[in-house]
């Protein structure tokens, strides 16, 4: 096999390619000092608790023990006025997430990861939310591991908002992308506990790529205002968990990441404030189970 290093020019391949000069680098000797090395410590959570749904705030997931969730898993609410939404200042915004997800650090276990789908919003001027909580996720102390592009294009639809037409006075990009960003707590490797991984060959291809391509989840057959397509939290469920893992989704809405979580042999926790949501999630939860049962 042909090892390759990095050089001036960088390397065009990477089968055991040997990039310490390139993280030796004083680009990364502040990086290096954020990965914290030590014994790894899982704590079980109470089984009253586990897969289900509470109906409350994740600002206070006082029910979780530290150090017992292996996957955060969610899509947070874009404040822009769906009927879901509040109405808060991008500061409130910002508050909101910072405090779940600093929640959500302190329950992951040491090299759990957080995954968060967010879309960008606005036009005049364009919001990048994706930029913020980037920014705030580094505060509260998680490593990036990298950021997916989600290409939506296939059921993007026949959107007509152009700005100016065939002009250059105010033509408008449309989104056809959501991001899907990646963090770890600590560290980026991660104690197998014993448990075993579940993806296989081609899986592993395609999902370690930085561009996903699969079609949205319709709201209307949903009946949630922004649902996940199944396909996004599998996906992650798959690459970054073992089977017998507690996935954790702070804003579950419709329940999608538990029903992924439950057809991939892990647990979840969901947290939902909204009670009809919470009544929608629990009833695709049951009618999904049910149905599996009678197939078997």
């Keep these: 096999m042909v090892k ?4 001036s020019f960088g390397a065009s391949a990477r089968l055991s390619h040997d990039s310490s000069d390139f993280y030796n680098s004083k680009l990364y000797k502040e990086q290096n000092d954020k990965i914290k090395k030590r014994v790894y410590i899982e704590n079980k959570i109470n089984p009253s608790i586990i897969n289900k749904i509470h109906l409350k705030s994740s600002e206070n997931m006082e029910e979780l023990r530290n150090e017992s969730i292996h996957l955060m898993v969610t899509s947070p609410p874009y404040n822009v006025g ?19 997800f600093t929640e959500v650090y302190r329950v992951l276990v040491h ?19 994706h930029a913020y909580i980037i920014e705030d996720m580094q505060k509260i102390g998680f490593l990036m591991r990298g950021e997916i ?4 294009s296939s059921s993007a639809g026949t959107s007509t908002a152009w700005g100016s037409w065939q002009s250059a006075t105010n033509p408008t990009l449309r989104d056809t992308h959501e991001y899907i960003l990646v963090f ?27 561009v996903w391509r699969f079609p949205a989840e319709s709201a209307k057959r949903v009946g949630h205002p922004a649902p996940f397509s199944l396909e996004l939290p599998s996906r992650l469920i798959k690459l970054y968990t073992l089977e017998g893992d507690v996935i954790l989704d702070p804003f579950i809405g419709s329940g999608t ?3 992924a979580a439950k057809h991939l042999n892990r647990n979840f926790v969901g947290y939902e404030i909204n009670k009809e949501y919470k ?13 599996q049962k009678l197939l078997h």
Excluded at 4 to 7: G, N
Excluded at 112 to 122: D, L, Q, W
């Design 4 to 7: 390759t290093k990095t050089s």
């Design 82 to 100: 769906k009927e879901y939404d509040e109405d808060l200042s991008l500061e409130e915004y910002r508050l909101l997430l910072k405090n779940v």
């Design 111 to 129: 090299g759990g990861r957080a995954c968060i789908n967010i879309a960008n919003v606005g036009r005049k001027p364009y919001i990048p939310l």
């Design 149 to 152: 592009i989600w290409d939506k």
């Design 184 to 210: 770890s707590k600590e560290n980026f490797n991660r104690h197998p506990n014993g448990r075993k991984s579940t993806i296989d060959k081609e899986e592993f291809l395609e999902y370690t790529k930085s």
């Design 257 to 259: 990441t538990a029903i």
């Design 279 to 291: 009544n929608l999630a629990d009833k695709r939860l049951l009618n999904e189970f049910s149905q």
